[in-house]
């Protein structure tokens, strides 16, 4: 058998090459490290910013001046305060609230509920008034609870009168239905509509003098929300 003697031989297997473990003198073992600890770090910060937020008493719906406040009518929204001093303008969801708590202004619904925008039931001055309306000049839904504002459409006997009950302007604002008697309890053969209304004194006396200074004022009604 005849060798060729010109062709080299078969290429021996290169050696094995272990995987070697990084010494702690390697620089992608730290890299490693630092990568993790930015990580962990970060988390650690968004989860004490998402822990600054504070459950603050909001109205769930359209309140006005003398209503009395329940937690039935309140709805709790995280806010996040910049400074402590704006907190306590607000009840937290943590404050329990006086059983006879009433509201001295309005508040439209998904508002936070102020500290200012309150008293003692006792403490305010809000009158229950009157006030009868053509049964077409009243929404059919406005009932007790309905924030309402009230319009006075008629001429003036006196061309000057100044303040609120102008052209499109209301003489009544925000205001709360205390009660909204039906036409059967009320003045069904007149076709007119009683409606009992919670109104801060000051614009109680205001009204009055306003409804005085027309021959025949016409009320209208518009419900707000």
């Known amino acids: 058998m ?3 003697l010109g062709s080299p031989g078969a290429a021996p297997p290169p050696p094995a090459v272990r995987a070697a473990t990084p010494g702690w003198r390697d620089p992608r073992l730290w890299i490693g490290i630092a990568i993790v600890a930015a990580s ?3 988390g650690a910060r968004l989860l004490a910013a998402a822990d600054d937020t504070v459950s603050v008493w909001g109205v769930a719906a359209d309140m006005g001046a003398g209503d009395l406040v329940t937690e ?5 929204h995280r806010v ?3 400074d402590d001093a704006q ?3 607000y009840f937290t969801s943590d404050d329990a609230l006086p059983a006879d708590l009433e509201l001295l202004r309005g508040i439209g619904e998904g508002e936070l509920l102020p500290r200012a925008a ?3 039931a006792e403490q305010t001055d809000t009158l229950q008034v009157p006030i009868s309306v053509a049964a077409e000049r009243v929404p059919a839904s ?4 309905s924030v309402v504002d009230v319009f006075i459409v008629a001429r003036s006997t006196d061309p000057q009168a100044p303040g609120p009950g102008g052209p499109g302007e209301p003489a009544l604002q925000a205001v709360t239905v205390v009660a909204a008697p039906g036409l059967d309890d009320t003045f069904g ?7 009992d209304l919670a109104v801060p004194e000051r614009d109680a006396q205001g009204f009055f003098e306003l409804l005085n200074s027309f021959d025949s004022p016409v009320l209208t009604v518009v419900r707000r929300g």
Not at 142 to 145: F, L, T, Y
Not at 189 to 195: F, I, K, M
């Open 2 to 4: 005849s060798r060729n």
């Open 40 to 42: 962990v770090v970060g």
């Open 72 to 76: 039935d009518d309140l709805v709790a």
């Open 80 to 82: 996040r305060f910049a």
């Open 87 to 89: 907190l306590d303008r």
């Open 118 to 120: 309150v008293g003692p």
């Open 142 to 145: 406005v009932g007790a609870g």
């Open 189 to 195: 053969a007149s076709g007119e509509r009683q409606l």
